[in-house]
């Protein structure tokens, strides 16, 4: 692990000159250390944590994923545990009855052997989110998670969150908000490592470290 992701900064530092400043910035950074302070989440909690956290802020995301597991006893629940608590005890913890019907159908897919772990690991990104966002509510976005939380897919790009858009804009002094379209082209130069090079950013959304573009 560790020297893949050490040539994954070579690349990225070889590839980005801004990028490079914000990856010297932060020695030793692990971008998977956030996922520590949360339960290990497969594919169906991964999916669970991304639906709750759909136009949240961390905060707020981390709230309610708190009340939800605490229903069941600190974890993230299996897909049939889910199913067995009454919707409206869902909604008690802070979901929205949109998010509580998605989170049900996600459920119902896996308890019934539609969707399983094991198999999605070996489809392609693009083949993942094809298959996923066949239910209402699950977007692009959240397919995008899953594939970084659970899988560690190291190529995943989140053009649609605006945490992230804010940290480009601030990390590379741009006088505007980007779009999806211009993150997706920024991104292009970090391939095949967008998924580091989106952690780095969003750290940037934390930290806000003195990183300027020339």
């Known amino acids: 692990m560790g020297t893949r992701r050490d040539r994954a900064r070579a690349d990225l530092r070889r590839a980005d000159p801004v990028l490079a400043r914000l990856i010297d910035a932060h020695p030793g950074f692990d971008p998977r250390a956030w996922l520590a302070g949360l339960p290990p989440m ?26 939800l597991v605490e229903i069941f006893d600190g974890a993230f629940p299996a897909p049939e545990a889910l199913l067995a ?8 913890v802070g979901l929205s009855r949109r998010k509580v019907a998605t989170l049900r159908e996600v459920a119902r897919r ?9 198999e ?13 966002t066949t239910v209402s509510g699950i977007g692009p976005w959240t397919v995008h998670g899953l ?6 897919r190291q190529d995943v790009m989140l053009p649609g969150d605006l945490a992230l858009r804010k940290a480009i804009q601030r990390v590379y002094a741009m006088d505007h908000l980007p779009s999806q379209k211009e993150v997706v082209a920024l991104a292009e130069r970090w391939r095949p490592w967008r998924s580091l090079a989106a952690a780095y950013l969003f750290q940037a959304a934390f930290d806000r470290p003195p990183t300027r573009a020339e």
Do not use: C, M, N, Y
């Not at 608590?85 to 008690?92: A, F």
């Open 42 to 67: 497969d594919a169906f909690g991964a999916l669970v944590f991304q639906v709750i956290g759909q136009q949240l802020s961390v905060r707020a995301t981390r709230s309610i994923l708190q009340r």
């Open 120 to 132: 999605l690991r070996h489809l392609s990104d693009r083949e993942i989110e094809d298959r996923l």
């Open 110 to 118: 896996f308890a019934d052997g539609r969707w399983r772990d094991d």
């Open 147 to 152: 594939l970084i939380i659970a899988f560690d």
């Open 85 to 92: 608590v009454p919707p409206e005890e869902l909604v008690k």
